[in-house]
């Protein structure tokens, strides 16, 4: 079968939202029907970054008149509400700040919602005739959680990713692994094109600390934090049997990768060898 699952992985200033977007246009020149999810989405099939979780207690706690405007989701393991904060007034998602889903919750809530949603997603996928190009959706935010907020065992974060591989494995995925040795010098440069304020939120999201500009110590431990995950990203790659290509500072040369890129997307959506040059 035809991959219906391309998905670019990375840690951050790699390339992947670029990546995603060269991708999907490359299938839609193929006449193929993409679903193109990046991190700048508002809403994803799968991420859960932007809701909070209520068990049935707290949901009680609130109002009526607040309950009756919350867009709900019921969920029966654990049994709760997952509630979509962007579809909420300011107001109310300012109340509902301290049971968002990352960050808030325990693992032991997390971990199965996490699966449910993509359990959900893959029978969506498979059921489509999209291909869907999902942008840092695979590894960041479950080895995020499980690595820097849990600081969960080996053993455990490869379960959980041997467990989600294998629910998305008959989608036939492909995974584009944007690997950097050049970390520093990527946030450095990014920073700059931006502002630092959003260095900063990367370093606060990595490591926990109230990060401040150029503060060193900060962000030296936000790149050993980078690179420790690019590490476990990788060995969970070589473990989880699914198809994948690792690039190196694509960064560099982004003509040449996006050749290698393009030609091995056709190859696994297309079910034959590209012929360009």
């Not at 109230?210 to 060193?216: H, I, T, Y």
């Amino acid at each position: 079968m035809a991959s219906k699952l391309i998905l670019l992985e990375g840690v951050p200033c790699t390339g992947k939202t670029s990546g995603a977007r060269f991708v999907a246009s490359q299938l839609r020149g193929w006449h193929k029907n993409v679903r193109l999810f990046t991190q700048e989405s508002p809403t994803n099939p799968v991420d859960l970054m932007n809701y909070a979780f209520l068990t049935p207690e707290q949901y009680r706690e609130f109002p009526e008149e607040d309950r009756v405007l919350f867009p709900v989701e019921e969920t029966e393991n654990p049994k709760g509400y997952m509630i979509p904060l962007t579809e909420l007034h300011e107001s109310l998602q300012k109340e509902l700040e301290s049971y968002r889903f990352y960050g808030c919750q325990p693992w032991e809530v997390e971990r199965p919602l996490m699966l449910a949603r993509w359990r959900a997603f893959a029978k969506e996928a498979m059921e489509s005739d999209a291909v869907w190009v999902l942008d840092g959706m695979f590894f960041q935010n479950p080895v995020c959680e499980m690595m820097m907020w849990f600081d969960l065992p080996q053993a455990e974060i490869e379960s959980f990713m041997s467990e989600l591989a294998d629910i998305i494995r008959p989608l036939e995925p492909l995974i584009i692994y944007l690997e950097s040795d050049q970390i520093e010098r990527r946030l450095r440069e990014v920073a700059d094109q931006h502002d630092y304020e959003w260095l900063d939120s990367l370093i606060a999201f990595h490591t926990g600390q109230s990060a401040k500009p150029n503060e060193v110590p900060d962000l030296e431990g936000c790149v050993l934090c980078l690179e420790a995950r690019q590490l476990v990203e990788k060995k969970l790659m070589s473990k989880l049997g699914l198809d994948r290509v690792i690039l190196k500072n694509a960064f560099t040369d982004w003509v040449e990768a996006y050749n290698f890129i393009r030609a091995r997307v056709y190859e696994k959506t297309m079910g034959k060898p590209s012929t360009d040059k």
